[in-house]
């Protein structure tokens, strides 16, 4: 069957899959070939347009894919075609069976550290596993960088031949620095970026800069993010163009975000003349107040002050001009300006027509720079749907010891008759830590002695469990694997019941600590020879 066949085919099966075969009644076109005749037969089997859509796709898929011919790719003349691996590739049997199911089963935040630490510890991946790996990660983009640092150079030949693939077909990891920029992906490049801007960050502007013109508008914005590293007054002037000229308005508005940081910038200078305006002490108790402008500049375009509210915006008019304005300036000068703490000025903004625009200014600025105290600040004195995240995107700018004792505390109040309360914890304290990263053994344990009681419940059996699993002190796990797999070996009803709901975790239990096993590569990789 042509490509022209398959495509029409395609088109025809879409329509009644976005809208529903009762909307849109479905008729497959007839196609010649063996194809054409296995999918006139497949009204014989069916009558429901639904259950026949579907059919239809899959024959698509697995001809489709069966059918596929490799296209001649021109490689880079700095790629060897899988000629050299300077990466081991995983030897051993068992950690290759462990690592094929976090690849189909695990959740994310597994799969992600499994990779990372693979890299680590100088592997990459079993051959066998590559197109697994590679199919994995083009259906979710978060796996991707992940994937991309263990493919080897068979990976990475192996990418070339699938345009599926094409994330991943960059250059080797040993070329030299500029091919890596010039040839490699945009995971390649961010790497790059990123280590030079620890090391040589003039360098690493001057790379960019050279580039931007070429690149479009979505590599530019994740780019120029990477001078938040190392960023300092000699990021202004690039920083300051873009701001003024560049044609995307997420590029803009990432070199302004930049800018805020650097309060001694032209930019940030100016941001705070217009803002200064709007907040003035009066009275002889000096009680501070907020006025914002009552008719919008024509001159804020060129500043990045959309003048028009959105529809969708929630904001009132001045509210929303006063957002803009807020996001504009660092936090540091709100202590400076009105001498309050943040605690203060949070407590001072509760009272405020304008604490809804405010808050949301204060955590724009504060996400891309964190600071402890302003978290803390937030988390004390919770401004409630004022701020449009949750507690656990506060908490996850602290760092760890910082998040506990939170939790810790609000544990010791949860009871039988606080599930919801309990469940909305868990969420927080999962999405908190990222991959790499796990609990202390207190709140573990802790964690673990609550939730027993709830385990019957659908939300920790399927949705709530899974993630805790994944960041439980590893000093937990054992005993957890040992209560999984033999859950009669207590009387207790409780403890049993437990443990038949910690069978369904076992092989992710079991996957952790294979992971603290993993011995690093110590030696040289062989040469291999060939093509795979």
Not at 324 to 351: D, K, N, S, Y
Request: charged fraction near 20%.
């Amino acid at each position: 069957m042509s490509t022209a066949a398959t495509a029409s085919l395609w088109k025809t099966l879409l329509p009644p899959a976005m809208v529903g075969t009762d909307k849109k009644p479905l008729q497959l076109p007839p196609l010649p070939g063996a194809v054409g005749a296995l999918l006139a037969q497949l009204p014989q089997h069916t009558e429901h347009p639904a259950q026949l859509l579907l059919q239809a796709a899959g024959i698509l898929t697995v001809c489709e894919r069966a059918g596929q011919r490799p296209q001649p790719t021109p490689l880079p003349a700095s790629h060897v075609a899988a000629t050299v691996d300077n990466a081991h590739a995983l030897p051993d049997p068992a950690l290759h069976a462990t690592l094929r199911w976090v690849l189909t089963e695990a959740p994310q935040h597994l799969q992600i550290h499994w990779l990372e630490q693979l890299a680590v510890a100088g592997w990459r991946l079993p051959a066998a596993l590559l197109p697994l790996a590679l199919d994995t990660a083009q259906r979710a983009s978060v796996l991707r960088p992940a994937v991309s640092a263990v493919l080897g150079e068979r990976g990475r030949w192996l990418a070339h031949q699938n345009s599926s693939w094409r994330y991943a077909a960059g250059t080797a990891e040993t070329a030299p620095a500029d091919t890596r920029w010039q040839e490699g992906t945009l995971a390649q490049r961010l790497q790059l970026l990123r280590q030079e801007r620890q090391s040589q960050p003039s360098v690493a502007r001057a790379r960019l800069q050279a580039s931007l013109p070429d690149l479009p508008a979505k590599e530019r914005t994740e780019l120029l993010a990477v001078l938040q590293t190392g960023l300092s007054a000699d990021d202004e002037e690039l920083l300051t163009a873009l701001a003024h000229k560049d044609k995307s308005r997420e590029v803009r508005q990432t070199a302004r975000t930049l800018l805020v940081q650097l309060p001694d910038s032209a930019i940030t200078q100016a941001a705070i003349a217009r803002l200064q305006a709007c907040v003035q002490a009066s009275g002889k108790n000096a009680v501070w107040t907020i006025a914002p402008p009552e008719a919008a500049d024509p001159d804020w375009k060129n500043h990045g002050i959309e003048l028009e509210r959105p529809k969708y915006e929630s904001l009132g008019e001045r509210a929303w001009w006063l957002y803009q304005l807020a996001r504009q300036v660092p936090l540091v000068w709100w202590t400076q300006h009105t001498g309050m703490a943040p605690e203060a000025l949070l407590q001072w903004v509760a009272q405020n027509d304008w604490r809804d625009a405010l808050v949301r200014a204060w955590w724009d600025v504060l996400r891309p720079a964190p600071d402890a105290a302003w978290c803390h600040a937030l988390l004390q004195h919770w401004p409630g749907k004022a701020l449009p995240d949750s507690q656990a995107a506060v908490l996850a700018l602290l760092p760890t010891e910082q998040r506990e004792p939170y939790w810790l505390r609000q544990l010791e109040g949860v009871d039988k008759s606080s599930a919801d309360q309990l469940e909305a914890m868990v969420q927080q304290i999962t999405a908190a830590y990222p991959p790499g990263q796990h609990l202390s053994l207190a709140l573990s344990e802790q964690l673990l002695a609550k939730i027993a009681p709830y385990l019957q419940r659908h939300y920790y059996r399927q949705q709530g469990l899974p993630p805790l699993c994944c960041v439980l002190h590893p000093d937990t796990l054992p005993r957890l694997q040992a209560l999984a797999q033999n859950p009669l070996a207590t009387e207790d009803k409780d403890t049993q019941a437990f443990a038949q709901v910690l069978r369904q975790q076992l092989p992710l239990l079991m996957a952790r600590q294979a992971l603290a096993r993993l011995p690093r590569a110590t030696t040289p990789s062989p040469a291999i020879q060939g093509t795979p």
